[in-house]
Nanobody, 126 residues
């Protein structure tokens, strides 16, 4: 069983920065791609970013490209999401998830992820 635990959310002013982390249990962390999704009130959960198993390839939603950076440290079983130039529309619960996708173009799809964390709230005030 894999457990994912997010941390680092909070309240930040527009234009500010925040880093959220996701710690994974288990020995197979480095074998899987990981992703971040977010869900705002009344909206569908949407893809934010993903990273391949080694960290050599990253993928972003257009809405966060150039502002957010996903990274991972396999030795620590941890994936990060660094968020800069935050906007009020970035307010959401942020979830990390483990991907079972076999192709990079599938990493944006929720159904390609088999384990999810409980989420961490990020609130950006205007």
């Amino acid at each position: 069983q894999v457990q994912l635990v997010e941390s680092g959310g909070g309240l930040v002013q527009a234009g500010g920065s925040l880093r959220v982390s996701c710690a994974a249990s288990g020995r197979t962390f480095s074998s899987y791609a990981m992703g971040w999704f977010r869900q705002a009130p009344g909206k569908e959960r949407e893809f934010v970013a993903a990273i391949n198993w080694s960290g050599s390839n990253t993928y972003y939603a257009d809405s966060v490209k150039g502002r957010f950076t996903i990274s991972r440290v396999n030795a620590k079983n941890t994936v990060y999401l660094e968020m800069n130039s935050l906007k009020p529309e970035d307010t959401a619960v942020y979830y990390c998830a483990r991907s079972r996708a076999v192709r990079a173009d599938l990493l944006r799809l929720r159904n390609q992820y088999d384990y999810w964390g409980q989420g961490t709230q990020v609130t950006v005030s205007s």
